[in-house]
């Protein structure tokens, strides 16, 4: 069974510090993908990355970095400079790769991250 | 830009009632999912639909708990006898590959008194 464990349930901020949000996962599969997802206040889930498991180069797109590490299972998300408008709880989730499971994200718990001025 | 819409935004309703929860998928779309998030709580997959039929459900997808593809741009969540746990904003999604990105819709918050 897949599981995906995020650790910190609560992280609080000031803002232009640096956050990093762990994410830890468990799998059979030996092809799966990881995402992260962002639930601002208002409710929708805003997709932020989808990396595949043959893929562990890290990236970065602006301020977001991600940190993917086979060996101990982690996909960590860091925020650079952090802003007040990054406050929301994100969520990182796993799915495996079968021919007929479709998408089936399994959601970590949610980190809720709070940004102050 | 492409986007899932759903329908309503909020629906209240009184515990034994038959709710359908209403998504317009992304057009060019094959794959299509409901989830549930419990108020607090993570996001939780209901089920999966592909080629006119469920291709995955979860446990939580038990009887009450139907989906239907009545057209060609439509994708219905029908919960037959609501129970006052099935309060929760539902998310449709869909995806135009089965590893693909999925593009969430706004959720329909449920409330079952």
């Known amino acids: 069974a897949q599981k995906v464990t995020q650790a910190q349930t609560e992280i609080s901020v000031v803002e232009k510090e640096d956050v990093t949000l762990d994410c830890v996962y468990e799998t059979r599969d030996t092809t799966y993908y990881l995402f992260w997802y962002k639930q601002p206040p208002s409710g929708e889930l805003v997709f932020l990355i989808r990396r595949n498991s043959f893929d562990e180069q890290n990236e970065i797109s602006g301020r977001y970095s991600w940190n993917f590490q086979k060996s101990t299972s982690s996909f960590n998300f860091t925020i650079t400079a952090s802003q007040v408008v990054d406050s929301a709880v994100y969520f990182c989730a796993l799915s495996e790769a079968g021919e007929t499971s479709g998408s089936r994200l399994t959601f970590g718990e949610g980190t809720q991250l709070t940004v102050n001025p | ?113």
């Open chain 2, 1 to 113: 830009e492409p986007e899932v819409t759903q329908t309503p935004s909020h629906q209240v309703t009184q515990m034994g009632q038959e709710v359908i929860l209403r998504c317009v998928p992304i057009s060019n779309h094959l794959y299509f999912y409901w989830y549930r998030q419990i108020l607090g709580q993570k996001v939780e997959f209901l089920v999966s639909f592909y080629n006119n039929e469920i291709s995955e459900k979860s446990e939580i997808f038990d009887d009450q708990f139907s989906v239907e593809r009545p057209d060609g741009s439509n994708f219905t969540l029908k919960i037959r006898s609501t129970k006052l746990e099935d309060s929760a904003m539902y998310f449709c999604a869909s995806s135009d590959q089965f590893t693909g990105e999925l593009f969430f819709g706004e959720g329909s918050r449920l409330t079952v008194l």
